[in-house]
């Protein structure tokens, strides 16, 4: 088994693609795990990790779109709002897409499929670094 908590760099609102930052974090943990299980656990309550489609970037835009229209921040009667008006609808999202994702590593790899990469989705306004931790089991 092998761990490490890592930094994400600082982004604002949006859905992010964050695989080769990922891969830079945890590249010592994979290189001799022949089969084996990626986990990250990201350790906050208004962003999530989920893994979409990696090339178009208008994905990550419509994604976000989606969340915003699926969860609107000036239309409900929002009560937690010590952060901002954006405070809830960030907690209600992060709960929406999760805070873990598994990805199976092969041959010192992860194993994602071609128009796969990991997504960092930030629901905050106002830029945030996050922190990540990542479990290796092989």
């Keep these: 088994m092998w ?14 693609l964050v695989t080769q930052e990922v891969i830079r974090e945890i590249q010592p943990g994979m290189k001799d795990v022949q089969i084996g299980m990626l986990f990250l656990f990201i350790k906050h309550t208004s962003a999530s990790l989920t893994v979409n ?39 209600t999202k992060a709960s929406l897409i999760g805070s873990s994702i598994s990805l199976p590593i092969t041959n ?16 905050r306004h106002l830029p945030h670094s996050r922190q990540v931790v990542a479990t290796i089991m092989s």
């Design 53 to 91: 489609e990696n090339y178009d970037p208008d994905v990550r835009a419509d994604m976000d779109m989606a969340l915003d229209s699926i969860v609107p921040e000036q239309t409900l009667p929002w009560r937690h709002t010590d952060e901002g008006l954006d405070d809830s609808v960030s907690h």
């Design 108 to 123: 010192g790899r992860l194993n994602l499929g071609t128009w796969q990469g990991i997504y960092l989705n930030e629901f």
């Design 3 to 16: 761990q490490k908590e890592f930094t994400l760099s600082r982004r604002g609102k949006g859905c992010h």
